[in-house]
């Protein structure tokens, strides 16, 4: 598969220009392209590049908010419930994620709710913050994400989507013209299918486990576990009030939560027993012997190994080629250099 090999700084200062053209504050601009240069790094090109003209749209159109900064609304030494004053989500999710580490650090655990929030990539990207801190973290909007410090460096980050896969990657799987696996999503019937056309268009996806026959209803819950600690709990938008997909007829309000638990409030030794939690999975014998047994996080570390080897990000050509064409369209200098290309 052809694929072109570009810079982290280049996509970083790409992604801040282009936000920049449409009126983004330029911190508000770094906010957002750091964590999705971090979505691509670490393999979850669903929630990059890809994703950028969305953000572009939501300054363009106004229905996403450029100036002013989050506010607490309410607050005890533990908890906080935050008015994201509909910022780009980066913007409301740094601020929380700050927030609930200072609590934890106080108190134990910093427990942020916010509303007036909006789309903020990759969750990992906020619950790895509390990894520098050695802290435990949780959040989720839809996704859900927790990452948990063990020794050396080491931690266990899940960060995923309730349901199969991320939107982003069957709109990837459609800009690429290829199929999506059994189980991704359904047509607008709510029938299986494999043709990604179908299911942005009137279809949607599958919560974790597929149809109920294979454990469906679990992803359900999790979906739903999410929507009580967000949208409920936040006052926010939940279930089939948020504002469809990509839509900008009305401002997102989304619910965020973001929790910092400090270990050093409980038992001793968390980062050797997490160490040794990790080491008891990764050390298990693989069904198949080419796969070993990963520990969540670990996919993503090897993707960013692999980036720092290469000393570039490998984007689909198709791609580049789009973001570029949007660029022209502000009025943006493109994406470049294009001249490394690669084959993996
Ligand atoms: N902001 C939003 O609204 C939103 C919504 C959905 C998803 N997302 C983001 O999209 C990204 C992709 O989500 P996804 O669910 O498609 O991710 P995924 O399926 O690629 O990975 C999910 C989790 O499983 C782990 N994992 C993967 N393979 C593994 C293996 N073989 N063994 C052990 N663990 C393994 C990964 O480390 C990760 O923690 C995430 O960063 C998520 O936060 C964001």
New binding site residues.
Partial sequence: MNRCLISQMEVQGFIERCLAAVGAKPHHARSLAEVLVE?DCRG?Y??GLNRMDMYVKDIQTGICAVDGEPVVEKESAATALVDGKNLLGPVVGNFCMNLAIAKAKEVGIGWVVAHGSN??????YYAMQALKENMIRTLG???L?IAAPAKDGDSF?????TST??L??VELNDRRGDPIPDGWGCDPHGKITTDPKRVLTGGGLVPIGGSEATGGYKGYGLGMMVEVFCGILAGAQYSKYVRTWKVTDRVANLGQCFVAVNPDNFAPGFNERMSDLLSIQRDQNPADPGSPV???????RMNMKKCEEMGGIPYHINVIKYMNEYAQKIGVNQLLPCDKMISV
């Fill in positions: 979505g979850h669903s929630h789309h903020f990539g990759i969750a990992g909007t839809n996704p994400s980050v899940l960060d995923t989507a896969v991320a982003g990657k990963l520990a969540a996080g670990d996919p993503e």
